[in-house]
């Protein structure tokens, strides 16, 4: 079973950035790479989500120029690179092989103040 551990969240400030990061034991860990995110007292949301075969990637409406998914097969990793973040932003993120959380990892936390 494929590990995936997630990095890179903190407090930011409305307006700032963060790079998220997901080291997995496998990689790709799935034809479909998702990033996902659960606000307190909500279900998954997914962000984005990559095609690992061809590179396509979608996003959410709710961060559609603003967020960018990427990944690095050498380091058998994927990143969530987030500008222009707002106080809604705010959740757990993690990496995933589906929308509804499959095999996701520990989760990394971020927290934008207004």
């Known amino acids: 079973q494929v590990q995936l551990v997630e990095s890179g969240g903190g407090l930011v400030h409305t ?4 790079r998220l990061a997901c080291a997995a034991s496998r990689f790709p860990f799935n034809r479909w790479m998702y990033w996902i995110r659960q606000a307190p ?3 998954f949301e ?10 396509t990637t979608y996003y959410a409406d709710s961060v559609k ?5 990427s990944k690095d097969d050498a ?3 994927l990143y969530l690179q987030m500008n222009m973040m707002k106080p809604e932003d705010t959740a757990l993120y993690y990496c995933a092989s589906s929308s509804d959380g499959l095999g996701r990892g ?3 936390q971020v927290i934008v103040s207004p």
């Open 46 to 55: 997914w962000v984005s989500f990559m095609n690992s075969d061809d590179g």
């Open 106 to 108: 520990q989760g990394t």
């Open 41 to 43: 007292g909500k279900d």
């Open 15 to 18: 307006g700032g950035s963060l």
């Open 65 to 69: 120029g603003r967020f960018t998914i």
């Open 75 to 77: 380091k058998k990793t």
